[in-house]
């Protein structure tokens, strides 16, 4: 980084613009295989939250290489700087005060842990859809597994190439045996648990 750039602070603070949202700003990221679940229910829980009055916004994995971070590709390198780049952009959100909904396979916990290190202690919350393979499997919504079993699609997750399993996430969600009503209602309990989001009643000032 060059050293004349220098960092300009802004007068509006990233609390300012959580407070007249009854919610904390904060960044749930959705992690695990092709198939488990990430996007059905990162969206449904986005949906849940809009309809009960908090500012929202979903990071897909798919649509961000359509712009972002379509120089991208699936190597080692590639999947390190996909990550790198989210976790700015999630930052960038959270920031103006907005919950962000991150909905990425991100297989390696030194990448994971990268962008836990961006925020403050309390505002990551790692969803870690732990479906199983076969069942990931069986959906195949993309027909991706299938192509990385005949050696279609190379440096597949979970086929050739290996994901890590987080060791404590905040939130863990089995698409096999939960709906995706009850993965829903478990991530607003856990928000409001955690005062991230309030209900009008329970707002601070209120």
Request: charged content about 25%.
């Amino acid at each position: 980084m060059s050293e004349n750039i220098v960092w300009h602070h802004q007068k509006v603070t990233r609390a300012d613009r959580a407070s007249i949202k009854n919610q904390s700003p904060c960044l749930l990221w959705f992690t695990g295989l092709s198939g488990s679940g990430k996007s059905t229910i990162a969206n449904a829980l986005d949906v849940a939250l809009f309809e009960r009055g908090y500012h929202t916004f979903l990071l897909d994995g798919d649509n961000v290489r359509h712009g972002l971070n379509k120089d991208l590709g699936f190597s080692d390198e590639d999947r390190v700087e996909n990550i790198r780049r989210i976790g700015e952009v999630s930052k960038l959100f959270t920031d103006s005060g907005v919950i962000v909904l991150s909905a990425f396979i991100s297989p390696f916990t030194s990448d994971r842990r990268l962008v836990r290190n961006l925020f403050p202690a309390g505002e990551f919350i790692e969803v870690f859809m732990d479906t199983p393979l076969e069942t990931c499997e069986q959906r195949d919504p993309k027909g991706l597994y299938e192509k990385a079993r005949a050696g279609k699609i190379k440096h597949f997750t979970g086929i050739d190439s290996p994901y890590e399993t987080p060791e404590r996430p905040e939130v863990r969600l089995d698409t096999s045996k939960m709906s995706v009503d009850d993965c829903v209602n478990r991530l607003i309990s856990y928000l409001l648990d955690r005062q991230l989001i309030f209900t009008p009643s329970h707002a601070p000032g209120a």
